[in-house]
């Protein structure tokens, strides 16, 4: 057994620098790395290039890093409910690039499949298309995409063992599996970290293969960004 | 009269037919889920990766990995399934999603719609509208006929950036039931008690009209 644990966050994002490219898990504030995005915030690591399906809220998430100015552009495919992003957008001060979620999700399969581009239906004939190149397949347009090339991605797991092997939780997968070995190192932080062995290698969602390192968070406190219930008759 | 949202995620519940798979988008298709018709089967799919979404949780309830792509708690059916974000845009790049229900800003008579900026006001992003148009062979949309300055949202062209080109099929607004055709938007059906003077009047585009036109049933 290759063993991929570290004891902290610090150990965690060594090697994390200025300018780096950077993946990161969640879809809105399910399933975000948030003790790695409380680190970064501690470290300061300026000009970040985040790509990450959403920017966070204000107070939480990546919006941490958006209210130190710590990241110069964010890779997105949606990022209302976040007011600093906006007055950051327009007044220029933060470069985005907004690309359609499946295209998204993609780029980062493709990084971690070894495919260096592949070609989508999706935003053809809208700006997302502008300088793409377009072809036919079976009479429908698509455009072509290209695999992320990050430094690191940052991912979130419900569970892991110490060979890397991780297990999610209900919708805080989204992203997150996609991700992992989609960048040159993936550091993936855990709610409960295991003596390899101890999952069952017919549960794991991600092999430990695509992780370099991985660590226990030390609390989460799991944001709910639109609580929505019904009332027991 | 013009329906109420409620009245349009009634109508375009009418839609649903026994074993389709279909996701919903935020604002009024969220609301179709409520008005299932009785005796189908129908399994909402939310892109952030699950199958077989439920109601909103009991309060208390309320789990933080469990949401739809509202970013709304949410609970699980029997049968349901949780997927990574590049296996749910397979499902819907891939046609096993049957009807994709969302919302635009203006629809225009070639089917292009769009929703999801408006330059120098509102830029949040596509979300998943695109791969989600640009692959459904289904596609309803839901919204107002005319904006708040009441302006037709039922255009020859788009003047926003679009989301998808030639891809939608129907649009049910809260004066009428439009179908997209190659000769472009054919009235279908009016709101109870809406004249069809009144819709031609609140449409930019050109409509078909065929006949007399039926009011839509809303219970």
């Given at each position: 057994?290759?063993?991929?644990?570290?004891?902290?966050?610090?150990?965690a994002l060594?090697g994390?620098?200025?300018?780096?490219t950077?993946?990161?898990?969640?879809?809105g504030l399910?399933?975000?790395?948030?003790?790695s995005?409380?680190e970064l915030?501690q470290?300061?690591?300026?000009?970040?290039?985040?790509?990450?399906?959403?920017a966070?809220?204000?107070n939480?998430?990546?919006?941490?890093?958006?209210?130190?100015?710590?990241?110069?552009?964010?890779?997105?495919s949606?990022?209302?409910?976040?007011?600093?992003?906006?007055?950051?957008?327009?007044?220029?001060?933060?470069?985005?690039?907004?690309?359609?979620q499946?295209?998204?999700?993609?780029?980062?399969?493709?990084a971690q499949a070894g495919?260096?581009a592949?070609?989508?239906?999706?935003?053809?004939?809208?700006e997302?298309?502008?300088?793409?190149?377009?072809?036919e397949f079976?009479?429908k347009?698509?455009?072509?995409?290209?695999?992320f090339n990050?430094?690191?991605?940052i991912?979130?797991?419900?569970?892991?063992?110490?060979?890397?092997n991780l297990?999610?939780?209900?919708t805080?997968?989204?992203?997150n599996p996609?991700?992992?070995g989609?960048a040159k190192?993936t550091?993936?932080e855990?709610e409960?970290?295991?003596?390899a062995?101890?999952?069952?290698?017919?549960?794991?969602h991600?092999?430990?293969i695509?992780?370099?390192?991985?660590?226990?968070g030390?609390?989460?406190?799991k944001r709910?960004?639109?609580?929505?219930?019904?009332k027991?008759? | 009269?013009?329906?109420d949202?409620i009245g349009i995620?009634?109508?375009?519940?009418?839609e649903?037919?026994?074993?389709?798979?279909?996701n919903?988008?935020?604002?009024?298709?969220?609301?179709?889920?409520?008005?299932?018709?009785k005796?189908?089967?129908v399994?909402?799919?939310s892109?952030?990766?699950?199958?077989?979404?439920?109601?909103?949780p009991?309060?208390g309830?309320?789990?933080?990995?469990?949401?739809?792509?509202?970013?709304?708690?949410?609970?699980?059916?029997p049968?349901a399934s949780f997927?990574d974000?590049?296996l749910?845009?397979?499902?819907?790049r891939?046609?096993?999603?049957?009807l994709?229900?969302?919302?635009?800003?203006?629809v225009a008579?070639?089917?292009?719609?769009?929703?999801?900026k408006?330059?120098?006001?509102?830029?949040?992003?596509?979300?998943?509208?695109?791969?989600?148009?640009?692959?459904?062979?289904?596609?309803?949309?839901a919204?107002?006929?005319?904006?708040?300055?009441g302006?037709s949202k039922?255009?020859?062209?788009?003047?926003?950036?679009l989301?998808?080109?030639?891809?939608v099929?129907?649009?049910?607004t809260?004066?009428?039931?439009?179908?997209?055709?190659?000769?472009?938007?054919?009235l279908?059906?009016?709101?109870?008690?809406v004249s069809?003077?009144h819709?031609i009047?609140?449409?930019e585009?050109?409509?078909?009209i065929?006949g007399?036109?039926p009011?839509m049933k809303?219970?």
């Amino acid at each position: 057994m290759i063993n991929k644990k570290v004891n902290t966050v610090q150990e965690a994002l060594q090697g994390i620098e200025n300018g780096m490219t950077l993946m990161l898990g969640g879809f809105g504030l399910c399933g975000i790395p948030e003790n790695s995005i409380a680190e970064l915030v501690q470290k300061e690591t300026q000009n970040l290039t985040c790509i990450s399906n959403n920017a966070g809220v204000d107070n939480f998430g990546l919006g941490l890093l958006l209210q130190k100015k710590q990241i110069k552009k964010m890779i997105s495919s949606y990022v209302g409910e976040n007011a600093e992003f906006e007055r950051q957008m327009l007044s220029g001060e933060l470069e985005v690039d907004l690309i359609p979620q499946g295209t998204l999700a993609e780029r980062c399969r493709a990084a971690q499949a070894g495919i260096p581009a592949f070609f989508t239906p999706a935003g053809y004939g809208t700006e997302v298309s502008e300088g793409k190149e377009a072809r036919e397949f079976n009479g429908k347009m698509h455009i072509m995409e290209l695999a992320f090339n990050a430094d690191f991605a940052i991912i979130k797991a419900w569970k892991g063992d110490t060979a890397g092997n991780l297990i999610f939780k209900g919708t805080a997968r989204n992203f997150n599996p996609c991700m992992a070995g989609a960048a040159k190192i993936t550091i993936a932080e855990v709610e409960e970290l295991v003596e390899a062995g101890t999952l069952d290698p017919n549960q794991i969602h991600i092999p430990g293969i695509f992780v370099q390192r991985i660590f226990q968070g030390e609390q989460y406190e799991k944001r709910i960004e639109q609580r929505t219930t019904r009332k027991k008759d | 009269m013009a329906l109420d949202k409620i009245g349009i995620a009634k109508r375009i519940a009418q839609e649903l037919k026994d074993g389709f798979f279909v996701n919903l988008g935020i604002g009024i298709p969220t609301l179709v889920a409520n008005y299932i018709p009785k005796g189908i089967d129908v399994e909402f799919q939310s892109e952030n990766g699950v199958l077989g979404m439920g109601p909103f949780p009991f309060e208390g309830e309320e789990d933080a990995d469990l949401i739809n792509a509202g970013k709304q708690t949410i609970t699980t059916l029997p049968g349901a399934s949780f997927f990574d974000s590049a296996l749910s845009f397979g499902m819907i790049r891939g046609q096993h999603v049957d009807l994709t229900i969302l919302g635009a800003m203006e629809v225009a008579e070639n089917g292009d719609i769009a929703n999801w900026k408006i330059p120098g006001k509102m830029v949040k992003g596509m979300g998943g509208a695109m791969d989600l148009v640009a692959s459904a062979e289904n596609i309803i949309v839901a919204m107002m006929h005319v904006n708040k300055a009441g302006e037709s949202k039922i255009l020859k062209k788009c003047t926003l950036p679009l989301t998808g080109v030639g891809c939608v099929k129907k649009v049910v607004t809260e004066l009428a039931v439009l179908e997209i055709t190659p000769k472009g938007f054919k009235l279908l059906e009016r709101a109870p008690g809406v004249s069809v003077e009144h819709i031609i009047a609140s449409t930019e585009a050109t409509l078909i009209i065929d006949g007399e036109i039926p009011e839509m049933k809303i219970d």
